[in-house]
């Protein structure tokens, strides 16, 4: 089981800085290590390159040097987040992390980032409980290493971000999340302003989309309505959802994601328009504005879900999250894994696509629950886990391993490039079908 006791050191050796502290002064650093125990079989590069959440700002993960970097919070100043790199040696059973722009941590400090890394990388007694007996199940995905899913620091950036992997290519998720962390960079210097100007006029926006408007057709419009009451998500216009940005570049300085506190004291058009996020604006800063009146407890979400009753709190949870405004079933299903409930699998059209191309079933979105039963029953309750690594293994097989890709290489997984020719999803195919 993972180890909590913790060892610490400081160094002024400097690391080599990032894009995302240049802003800070790397001159000193602070070491931490995480020890866990052998018997849990923890591998950094398997438990960061397991979910699409790792490729999205501020997180990155340097295939070179097989380690992961990104700012976190302190306790003792939450409005100040600090570089972190997190890197393990092979066959080691300790993590070291490198806490930079400082030479000393007090001890509540020092707990908090390690709380921070913990979760991000599903380190816990629990955890390894659910990787264990995962395992017993799936064969496969214990030769391979597989059991743990991403997620980040907290929750509250879960939530939104699972809002950004809403009816959208994944390069325009990526763009609105480096955008976000690029505006908390500006809001820590106090450098932003609300008279930001978009590059597309407004007048000609509107009359843009007054033009698609036109050109719908009443089939058109009474099949959106149908597809639109089973997904129960709100949708971008085709520009929003088709858009690939050019928000990518490297050079953009980036800051730490976004807190509820720095978020819900903006408006919400504003934001729109400087993170590209359309209709999700406004639901990030309802949900920010919630978390900071108490409305929505995340820190209590959090308790239930280390509960060693969890599961009979996920109806409760479902339902507190399905009351937030912009939260449908993918959303709120997408959370909950996020908070260890693998037994629901969030179905989109990526599901119903990875059904047909894997296991040769054709199905809609009203009928696919009926299938995820018939396929991934046999897993529970770690459903999810058994669907997400078939997903995951397609996604390697296809785009080659993310763990080796560099980050600007990220853009390239979309549905257009998931076209592969009949042999090779032949080949793919029987990897899972055997």
């Not at 993918?330 to 629901?344: E, P, S």
Request: glycine share 4%.
């Amino acid at each position: 089981m993972a180890a909590t006791e913790t060892e610490t050191s400081t160094t002024q050796t400097p690391i080599s800085p990032t894009k995302q502290t240049h802003h800070h002064s790397l001159s000193h650093s602070v070491s931490l290590r995480l020890p866990f125990s052998q018997a849990s079989a923890f591998n950094l590069e398997k438990a960061v390159c397991s979910h699409g959440l790792f490729m999205m700002a501020p997180n990155r993960w340097d295939p070179l040097s097989r380690t992961f970097h990104r700012p976190l919070r302190l306790s003792s100043s939450p409005s100040t987040c600090l570089p972190v790199s997190i890197s393990q040696s092979p066959s080691s059973d300790v993590l070291e992390i490198c806490v930079s722009g400082t030479d000393c941590l007090c001890t509540q400090d020092q707990e908090a980032i390690l709380d921070q890394v913990r979760r991000m990388l599903r380190i816990s007694e629990g955890d390894d409980r659910v990787v264990w007996e995962f395992h017993k199940l799936h064969g496969m995905a214990k030769k391979k290493g597989f059991g743990r899913i991403f997620r980040s620091p907290s929750l509250f950036e879960d939530m939104v971000k699972c809002m950004l992997l809403c009816n959208c290519t994944f390069s325009r998720t990526l763009a609105m999340a480096k955008a976000l962390c690029a505006l908390q960079l500006e809001l820590k210097a106090g450098n932003f302003s609300e008279d930001f100007t978009p590059k597309t006029p407004h007048t000609k926006e509107l009359k843009r989309k007054r033009a698609k408007q036109k050109r719908k057709s009443k089939a058109a419009t009474k099949l959106e309505t149908k597809f639109e009451k089973c997904i129960q998500e709100p949708t971008d216009d085709l520009r929003e959802m088709t858009n690939e940005s050019n928000d990518h570049d490297d050079e953009v300085e980036i800051g730490d994601f976004p807190t509820p506190d720095e978020l819900a004291a903006l408006d919400a058009e504003y934001l729109g328009v400087r993170c590209k996020l359309g209709y999700r604006a406004q639901r990030i800063v309802s949900l920010a504005q919630s978390v900071v009146r108490g409305d929505v407890q995340v820190n209590k979400m959090e308790e239930l879900c280390n509960d060693s009753n969890m599961l009979s709190f996920y109806d409760t949870l479902y339902a507190q999250l399905l009351g937030i405004p912009g939260f449908g079933p993918f959303t709120c299903a997408n959370v909950l894994m996020c908070l260890g409930y693998f037994h629901k699998i969030p179905a989109d059209t990526e599901t119903i696509r990875h059904l047909k191309s894997v296991h040769k079933i054709n199905c809609a979105i009203t009928t696919i629950e009926k299938e995820i039963v018939a396929i991934y029953g046999k897993y529970a309750p770690f459903q999810f886990l058994a669907y997400w690594f078939e997903l995951w293994e397609y996604y390697e097989e296809t785009f080659g391993k993310t763990s080796d890709m560099a980050p600007s290489d990220y853009m390239r997984i979309t549905a257009t490039n998931m076209k592969t020719t009949k042999k090779k999803r032949k080949q793919i195919s029987k990897l899972f079908l055997r």
